[in-house]
């Protein structure tokens, strides 16, 4: 008897003394969490109920729902994390400059699944990386582009003419398609070889969903190897097996027949200087294709979505491209300073940015002690930062935020960093300006060749949130051949 009393006591202090350690450890965070709104967070059983529960597409909307309107931070407590979070253009853009946060937030980035590759990586280690891609990304680069755009874009073109006037179809696999094999071209040295609907290209697809899935298993602590006691962790290991093997046949026949050019990037990360061994590699081309296919694919579906169904918007654009081509004398050569003649072009493209912005919400954390909006924010705090909120505002954008309006582009904006659909400061996409010249060249031969419809209504477009912004019902679209 005595040794049980002794052992249930033993166990009582060892619990109280944890509680205390553990709560004087987090003595500012509780500080700030009293001085914050917001709320109070789930206990353990509300957080495995949702878990259990709550559809994907609910989960992240769920959180954000919890942010104010009258505050520029609010919190939420996710068992013993503090998130803080905020819509506010001023808020954000502090958190994008300051230098103290420039981190991911370990809660949702320590089980990244390319937890290497740059857009993970922290510290010392992402300036290393990011300086490295720099080499690809320059303006010098950048200039070689253009024409490897055209020629993918026409390849498509031809794909999509057994579309024309056969109804809807989705048009995701055509743009993915596209990104992928213009960045296979450009940066890989996996020229000639098509993504369209090949294994690489589904094992993309499931990975979306796949890091929304992880999300409340990584709240409840499990680490990335505890995951493969789960469904999820089969999953996971399902799509790693096809992209392992693509990414390793790429850095095979690297090796095998390197590359000529010392800029594309995939000469520039097996360079022996930078020392990167080939699982840095795998991990960084996997990082270049959730950026590249992701995004870009989703916003050529979308910006076609919306001219299918804002018909003036696609005789506006369709007269702007015949106007610059009527310019010129011979077929002009695409290159950068051809398509900054699009003016009306890049402001369809920002405003679909704007409305269907494709990485809706960004996290970071608090490498140190870092003061903003008057509060001072302990060091190892995650903020979540709602891009998508900040650009439906209409505070920001005015009364008519929710409508698909491009023109508000070519007026002055009033509020322009309340705008960042490529994030900002250390952490910006460096792939921006890449990505508008492909989108561009896409579009333009596009709408050179064919008109889009689209049947759903503005109003009926469904939302959720996977890794980026997706249409639930997909992106379907039919076409037919254009008057020229
Ligand atoms: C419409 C197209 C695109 C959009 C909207 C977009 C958006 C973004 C955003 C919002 C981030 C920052 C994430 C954060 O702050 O947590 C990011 C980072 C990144 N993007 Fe993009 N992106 C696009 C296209 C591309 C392309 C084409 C590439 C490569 C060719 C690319 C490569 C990257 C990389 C490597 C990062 C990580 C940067 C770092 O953390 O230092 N992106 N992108």
């Not at 992240?60 to 803080?84: C, Q």
């Not at 991990?283 to 995004?295: L, N, S, V």
């Not at 050569?333 to 003649?341: P, W």
């Not at 369809?348 to 954390?365: D, G, H, N, Y």
Request: with cysteine.
């Amino acid at each position: 008897m005595f040794v049980l009393e002794t052992l249930v006591l033993f166990l009582l202090v060892t619990i109280v003394t944890y509680y205390v350690v553990f709560r004087w450890k987090r003595q500012r965070l509780y500080e700030l969490a009293d001085k914050l709104p917001g709320h109070d967070g789930f206990t353990l059983w509300e957080s495995i109920y949702m878990t259990l529960t709550v559809h994907r597409k609910d989960y992240i909307p769920i959180v954000l729902s919890y942010i104010k309107d009258e505050a520029p931070l609010t919190k939420l407590w996710l068992l013993k994390h503090l998130l803080v979070m905020t819509k506010d253009a001023n808020v954000i853009n502090k958190i994008f400059n300051s230098p103290y946060t420039v981190d991911k937030p370990e809660l949702f980035y320590d089980a990244f699944l390319v937890k290497r590759g740059l857009i993970a990586i922290n510290g010392d280690d992402q300036k290393v990386h990011r300086k490295i891609f720099t080499k690809s990304f320059t303006p010098k680069v950048l200039q070689t582009f253009p024409v490897i755009f055209d020629e993918k874009a026409k390849q498509i073109m031809d794909m999509l003419n057994s579309h024309v006037n056969c109804g809807e179809f989705e048009f995701m696999d055509y743009a993915g398609s596209y990104s992928f094999d213009a960045l296979g071209t450009t940066n890989l040295n996996y020229d000639g070889k098509s993504f369209f609907k090949s294994d690489m290209y589904h094992a993309f697809e499931k990975f979306s969903p796949v890091m929304v899935d992880i999300l409340p298993y990584l709240v409840l602590g499990f680490t990335r190897k505890q995951l493969r006691y789960f469904p999820i962790g089969k999953r996971i290991d399902e799509i790693f097996n096809v992209f392992d093997k693509y990414m390793y046949d790429i850095i095979d026949n690297n090796h095998k027949h390197p590359c000529q050019d010392e800029h594309k990037l995939i000469n520039v990360l097996m360079d022996p200087k930078n020392k990167f061994d080939d699982d840095d590699i795998r991990d960084e081309f996997i990082t270049m294709m959730i950026g590249a296919f992701e995004t870009s694919t989703k916003i050529i579906s979308s910006a076609l979505m919306m001219l299918g169904i804002h018909k003036n918007v696609q005789e506006k654009l369709i007269n702007e491209i015949n106007e610059i081509y009527s310019q010129e004398l011979d077929t002009p050569t695409i290159t950068v300073d051809f398509l900054n003649k699009f003016q009306y072009l890049e402001a369809v493209i920002k405003e679909t940015m704007r409305l269907f912005t494709v990485a809706p919400i960004l996290s970071r954390q608090a490498s140190q002690d870092v003061e903003i909006d008057g509060y001072l924010i302990p060091k190892g705090t995650a903020f979540l930062l709602s891009i998508d909120a900040m650009h439906k505002d209409e505070k920001y954008w005015g009364q008519d935020a929710h409508l698909f309006r491009p023109e508000r582009f070519l007026e002055t904006l009033l509020y322009p960093h309340a705008y960042a659909p490529f994030s900002g400061g250390r952490r910006m996409c460096i792939g921006y300006r890449y990505a508008m010249l492909s989108m561009k060249v896409f579009i333009i031969n596009f709408l050179k060749t064919y008109k889009v419809n689209c049947s759903t209504k503005f109003d009926e477009l469904e939302t959720e949130m996977t890794m980026t912004l997706n249409f639930v019902k997909g992106y379907k679209v039919s076409i037919e051949q254009s008057n020229k």
